[in-house]
């Protein structure tokens, strides 16, 4: 619909060409800055992107170049984002290549320069983050939308920013705490999911493309409903398939969240389902080394056991449900309406 997908591609070119311009008159040796990043870019399902442009039309508001641009900001968060958290969870791949530490690392291996290119790479992946953070922004801001428009949309894309690196640092926060709080383990796991994924994936995006058209409160508090439990949703889909996707779908290692010790939903449910060995295995399993392939068949063998990837499952399929359930009675744009509900069954339907 609305060849979205294409448009945000175009612009997603249309702009890194500028910023490969922009530092060609710092080095030449700046190339790879960009480079890296659009290949990156080149990959990626496009969702925040859409459901920002269709709230935009959810709220009767005609079809612009500048919200498609505005939606194309998030792509560079997304972009950042990714970038980050590879280097956080010291990820080999992302969309099944490299990740960018990894690229940088390599660049540095293979010039023969001087001193560590592991230390190399993590430090130009995280400028090379901060700059799609600094695009993304830039983009936001010279999208072409009125002022007035964007600035309703800032009490949006402020706060989704500032949230999402609260997410983060919980992600990291539970890695080190481990397993020393098992009462709430399934509230903490629930709790990263909701500001890490579920409001800057779904949510945030859809608040924003309604904010930016000018939308009520109602129509907002409803897509925000719709979007907070698909997005939770989203997140839960995206923890199975850490565990049991297939490398060649999903662009990752098999059982890449264990291997990095992710206290992820689902392992939560497999701790609260457990008996007492299989408790202490899952610990054991993730609180030392990154367990190998051996282990990882164990500790997926105690999730399917103790019910946790079934539990799961039910709780994508009540979420999905009480997702679309909030868009039944909303007075919004049919076709918008149509796309939105696609999208929800598209993002946790999935296999990458």
Sequence with gaps: MADLRGRVHRTVHGFLAVQTELLADVSADCAPLVHYVTDLMNGGKRLRAAFCYWAWRATGADDDAAIVTAATALEFL???????????????????APSMHRRFAALHHGNGWEKDAGHFGVSAAILAGDLCLTWSDELYTGSGLPPRSLARGRAV????????????????LEQAIGGSRPHDALHRARRVTHYKSAKYTVEHP???????AGADD???????????????????????????????????????DLREGKRTVLIALALQHGDARQRDVVETLLSGEPPGPADIDILRTIIVDTGALAAA???????????????????????????????????VTRSS
Excluded: C
Excluded at 218 to 247: C, I, K, Y
């Design 78 to 96: 997304q972009a950042a984002a990714l970038i980050h958290d590879d280097v956080m969870d010291a990820s080999d791949t992302r969309r099944g």
């Design 157 to 172: 894309f402020n706060p989704m920013r500032t949230q999402l690196m609260g997410g983060q640092y919980l992600d990291l």
């Design 206 to 212: 859809l608040l924003l493309g309604a904010s930016l």
């Design 218 to 256: 109602q129509l907002l508090a409803r897509l925000s409903r719709f979007g907070l439990a698909l997005g939770e949703a989203f997140q839960l889909r995206d923890d199975v398939l850490g565990v049991f996707g297939d490398p060649a779908t999903t662009g990752k290692p098999a059982g890449d």
């Design 313 to 347: 499952e039910q709780m994508i399929a009540d979420l999905l449900d009480r997702s679309r359930s909030a868009l039944d009675t909303a007075t919004i744009d049919e076709t918008a309406r149509s796309v939105l509900l696609t999208l929800a069954d598209a993002a």
